[in-house]
């Protein structure tokens, strides 16, 4: 199974841009790259989702590399209701497969 | 605004005795989705329905659990008997399938708190 490497923790401020990386080598062609958020005690949200070309929505950008052996989650803004465990999901034929995540902290 | 709904929201049991877990799909969904999360394995993918259909399962202990869809607003997932490494919290999930291999969006319930004892 396609697997994703995400950092186990990461910092931000309040009002601040924060890029959420993930590393997916094993990447195959037909693997949708996926990001759900988790806030404590709930259940995975979703935030965005993306094959080839870099995506946009109301909670987040997700940008793509070329090679697509690696991608980022930008949160233009931060604010303290981001604070979760973000989760980078490769996906194929619907099944998805979760690593450990990284586990946004925001300052205010 | 549509919503996965789980119930119960919290099981105590004792070892040995059987758990069913229920989770109602949004309305309109035609896929279902198991996962147990717990701090030491993360989430793990039990199970997985299509047009209430089991597609696959692998993830599941064959021995004790049981997932089923007696109908298309209704999935159940079942231990018997329970054990305490069962302990966890159980989501379940649906989307609709769009056709294209992995683009779909899964929208999660708030889980079931399992503790067996």
């Known amino acids: 199974d396609a697997k994703t490497t995400q950092p186990n923790s990461m910092e931000s401020n309040e009002e601040e841009p924060v890029h959420l990386p993930c590393n997916h080598s094993t990447i195959s062609g037909t693997d949708y790259i996926h990001w759900y958020r988790q806030l404590p005690s709930q259940g995975p949200e979703y935030v965005i989702h993306?094959?080839?070309s870099n995506v946009n929505n109301r909670m987040a950008s997700l940008a793509i590399a070329e090679d697509r052996k690696s991608s980022t989650l930008i949160l233009h803004r931060a604010t303290l209701r981001d604070a979760a465990v973000y989760y980078c999901i490769l996906s194929n034929f619907n099944k998805f497969y979760f690593g450990s995540g990284t586990k946004l902290n925001v300052k205010p | 605004d549509a919503r996965v709904t789980q119930t119960p929201r919290d099981k105590v049991t004792e070892m040995g005795q059987e758990v069913t877990m229920r989770c109602q799909p949004i309305l309109g969904h035609n896929t279902v989705f198991w996962y147990r999360q717990t701090m030491k394995q993360g989430l793990e993918l039990l199970a997985y329905f299509r047009n209430r259909a089991p597609l696959d399962d692998s993830g599941m202990p064959k021995d004790r659990f049981s997932a089923e869809m007696p109908d298309a607003t209704l999935a159940t997932l079942k231990i018997q008997p329970s054990e305490p490494r069962d302990s966890a919290v159980y989501f379940c999930?649906?989307?609709?399938?769009?056709?294209?291999?992995?683009?779909?969006?899964?929208?999660f319930g708030p889980g079931t708190r399992l503790l067996v004892l």
């Open positions: 999930a649906s989307g609709l399938d769009p056709g294209l291999a992995g683009g779909q969006t899964q929208y």
């Open positions: 993306g094959l080839t």
